[in-house]
């Protein structure tokens, strides 16, 4: 959801009382609460207009869209299993439904990454590897920075050669997740993990322990380190990013934000930059930058971080896309 769009749904609750508004919260996911409630405490008074605009956007939505059959999931279900037959349909709906709540594990989103750290401190990299696939990337590799540089590497190495939760596994990660919180459900079979998860936890961590954590891997594996350093997507690689994505994401980015990131950047990028913005604008970033004293490292690479969510959000929603200069070989 853009921020218009957020701005709308949090003018909409707000409108409808704090009952009806607290029943809309309990269908959300936690980051969607997260930035619908900064939303709703940044709103002070709303001009009548943008509540009629809220509104009217709303019935206009509503309006777009019908619901064909009361519960989905049941349908699919039953229409596989009709067609298919009980064996082959549940293997089929394994991989239909795997992005649904997956019981305990749902639990744990909401809570704060050093909650979870220590929850897991104990535990075998292996069931830590099939707790984390399931959580956003980001909420991961906070929870993996938590821990310490032996348990990190040995759980993204079990990331990064996961393909599949296993029955075996499955009733590891429920003995777990019972230890943990209580009632969990049986997990659905889930493809989850591999190079791809590695490397999207691996973008979140800071320079030093991301070399520490993928040099760990290569002694392992060669080929699996460099498998999952060809899908990261660092701040270098905005280099490779088409024009037309590179003028979208400066669209999003705060010129503060950006002078402290290219204060870590090589002049290569830093012309790429230049080049898709307005001479006057460019030629103001440039003062900012000479004029910019000594940043911490630290600062740098926390604004390159930031920059590259927007990037993987910009991505996710098909504005741009992450490869060299719109070549087919791209980053996914």
Do not use: C
């Not at 609460?33 to 002070?44: P, S």
């Not at 984390?132 to 906070?142: I, T, Y």
């Not at 080929?223 to 701040?235: G, N, S």
């Not at 905005?238 to 669209?251: E, S």
């Amino acid at each position: 959801m853009d921020d218009d769009g957020l701005e709308h749904a949090a003018i909409l609750l707000m409108a409808v009382g704090e009952e009806e508004a607290a029943e809309v919260f309990k269908y959300l996911s936690p980051k969607e609460v997260q930035k619908l409630g900064e939303t709703m405490a940044r709103l002070r008074t709303v001009p009548r207009e943008r509540i009629e605009e809220a509104v009217a956007r709303f019935h206009s939505t509503k309006e777009s869209q019908y619901s064909l059959v009361r519960d989905t999931d049941a349908f699919v279900s039953q229409v596989l299993k009709r067609a298919l037959g009980e064996e082959k349909a549940s293997m089929l709906l394994d991989r239909i439904l795997q992005g649904k709540d997956v019981s305990g594990i749902e639990s744990l989103k909401w809570m704060d990454p050093g909650t979870i750290a220590e929850l897991l401190r104990n535990e075998h990299p292996q069931i830590v590897a099939s707790i984390l696939v399931h959580l956003e990337r980001d909420q991961s590799s906070e929870v993996l920075q938590q821990m310490s540089d032996r348990m990190r590497n040995e759980v993204l190495l079990r990331v990064a050669t996961l393909d599949g939760i296993q029955p075996q596994a499955l009733q590891e990660l429920n003995e777990v997740l019972s230890k943990i919180l209580a009632g969990s459900e049986k997990l659905k079979k889930a493809t989850l993990g591999g190079t791809k998860a590695a490397a999207e936890m691996l973008n979140f961590f800071s320079t030093n322990m991301e070399s520490a954590a993928v040099e760990s891997i290569r002694e392992h594996d060669t080929e699996l380190a460099q498998k999952i350093l060809d899908q990261m997507f660092t701040f270098d690689n905005v280099n490779d990013l088409d024009d037309r994505a590179i003028q979208l994401l400066l669209r999003e980015v705060q010129s503060e934000a950006l002078i402290v990131a290219l204060k870590g950047a090589d002049q290569t990028l830093r012309e790429r930059i230049f080049k898709n913005m307005s001479g006057r604008a460019a030629e103001t970033l440039k003062e900012d930058l000479e004029a910019k004293g000594p940043v911490r490292v630290s600062e740098v690479e926390a604004e390159q971080r930031e920059i590259l969510k927007v990037v993987r959000r910009l991505a996710d929603e098909g504005q741009i896309q992450l490869g060299s200069k719109g070549s087919d070989d791209a980053f996914v």
